[in-house]
């Protein structure tokens, strides 16, 4: 059931095996100070398919991951909508309510005013003409690259407030994440309206072979900007660790330099084969610099983005 050019929507169905589906839903609020990332999604493992929340905030000490039985998984073939027992999701919000293990989440965000990647019949989703293949490791989808947010969230009894907040929302799907990734994102800087966006990993082609393909964005006031392997942008500069990425990416007259350090990071479950198995470290509260230049060395767009996501996996 997959739907090309609405990659938002749920495109798998309920039936397949080492699958998985998640959407990632981020709130910066308007102070900077509460940074909140929820993840729900299904894991279709042969072992324990189940429906499931992931949750990393400021606003508590450590991740959450909450289980749902998969028949409390529901969703909509219309447009954007799911439901994972008393919470839902959708692009334009975000309800939950769950009580688990002693732990209590609950609250209601509304989005507005979303900037929506441009879609064409070259490149129906961030995958480019890739998004056409059908039977990608993991395949990746933008559904908002910026919106405002208002509302609020509590943790454990402690109530924060995202009313003019910033939001994105981002998906996964397929089989497995990758060997081996570096993703990055920012859209927070001050009063800068711009939304960045970096995926740089290993993509089988055999078991025995592959390449590193990259995705990114950078949304300024001046337009966007894409560089993927899919329209021959190159990567000129890579060096990562935990802490730190430094990425240089070259196409035609485009130069875009990307520095970001790693903050204080959680654990989070990511998928293999459909199980969510493998953990993986991710901050959102990293800084994450770009510098965008002309082969002239005429600089067309320069920010310092802060609670930036940061995950760097296998390199």
Sequence with gaps: MRDIFHSERFQGNLN???YFEGWYFKMVSSNGNHVTAVIP?????????HAFIQIISTDMQKTLYFTFPLDQFSYSRKDFHIQIANSSFSSDHLHLDISQDGKTITGDLSFIGHALLPKSLLNPSIMGPFAYLPKMECSH???SMRHQVLGSLSIGGK??????????????????FPSSWVWLHTNTAGDSDFSFLLSYATIPVTKKRGFNGLICFLMTDNGLYRFATY?????SRFEVDKERVAITLKRKNLILDVDAVCSSSGIL?????????????????SIISLSLKNRDGDTLFSVKGS???YEVSGF
């Design 269 to 285: 479950q990511s998928p293999v084969k459909g199980n969510m198995e493998r953990a993986i470290t991710e901050s959102i509260t």
């Design 159 to 176: 109530k924060s407030s995202f009313d003019d907040g910033t939001g994105y929302i981002e998906k996964d799907w397929g089989t497995s």
């Design 307 to 309: 609670s930036g996501g």
């Design 231 to 235: 329209n021959r942008s190159k990567v």
């Design 16 to 18: 397949r095996k080492n």
């Design 141 to 143: 989808g933008v559904v």
């Design 41 to 49: 999604g299904v894991s279709l493992s042969e072992e324990s398919p």
